[in-house]
């Protein structure tokens, strides 16, 4: 049973380029969160994906956006990169069985971006 | 507003000593899940425990131990006869109620064990 999977594993960018990241939630699972961990910090949350629509969104610019495919995948997206962007992005999947349950989040390995 | 405290940033313990790591929360809500993560070198967060706010039994599992106090907001956790293995930064996160999913984390404490 595969578990999250994330793409590219490692990013080098320029201040103002674009970049997407890929992530595949594990098997069974339907929902898609975003973070971003800041060398030393704890992980912040950007937004969740669930049906294919943005459904929570953390304190983060609109430079942040995302996408969920049909197959539950996710893409997150980010313009006109800044030095601040630099961090680990890390994908978590979970199951949501109904509006009230909070399941548990599994987390893929991350992807590393640099903003040079 | 969710808040999580994770007093000490890093512990350094000699291999086979116990270690605790506190995690104060801070949340409005009469119900909400606690949980706990790894995250090793390697960077990956690895799922230790969940525990909702009706269930406040402590839990064992293998070497890890978790209390949970409502009384003082804390879900602590400890490693029982640490080995080098147990080296990673350890989460402690808060998500509050009604399929919120949004995890709110500290700020880590990082556990070095010394062979």
């Known amino acids: 049973d595969a578990g999250v999977t994330q793409s590219p594993t490692h990013l080098i960018k320029t201040r103002g380029q674009q970049v997407t990241l890929r992530c595949s939630p594990k098997?069974?699972?339907?929902?898609v969160s975003w973070y971003q961990q800041a060398l030393g910090q704890g992980p912040q949350f950007i937004f969740q994906?669930?049906?294919?629509?943005?459904?929570q969104r953390g304190n983060f610019p609109d430079r942040f956006s995302g996408h969920q495919f049909p197959n539950y995948s996710s893409e997150l997206n980010v313009n006109a990169l800044l030095l601040g962007d630099s961090a680990l992005y890390l994908c978590?999947?979970?199951?949501?069985?109904?509006?009230?349950?909070?399941?548990?989040?599994?987390f893929g390995p991350g992807t590393r971006l640099t903003v040079l | 507003a969710q808040k999580v405290t994770q007093a000490q940033t890093e512990i350094s313990v000699v291999e086979k000593e116990d270690v605790t790591l506190d995690c104060v929360y801070e949340?409005?809500?009469?119900?909400?899940?606690l949980f706990w993560y790894k995250q090793p070198p390697s960077g990956e967060l690895v799922f230790l425990i969940r525990?909702?706010?009706?269930?406040?039994q402590n839990e064992i599992s293998g070497r890890y131990s978790w209390n949970f106090q409502k009384s003082t907001s804390s879900f602590n956790f400890t490693i029982t006869a640490s080995q080098v293995v147990d080296s990673a930064v350890y989460f402690c996160?808060?998500?509050?109620?009604?399929?919120?999913?949004?995890?709110?984390f500290g700020k880590g404490n990082q556990v070095v064990v010394i062979p």
């Open positions: 996160a808060l998500s509050e109620n009604y399929g919120n999913n949004r995890l709110a």
């Open positions: 994906y669930y049906e294919e629509e943005e459904r």
């Open positions: 098997s069974g699972h339907d929902t």
């Open positions: 525990r909702n706010s009706f269930d406040e």
């Open positions: 978590a999947s979970s199951f949501r069985p109904s509006a009230e349950i909070t399941d548990t989040q599994y």
């Open positions: 949340t409005r809500d009469t119900t909400y899940y």
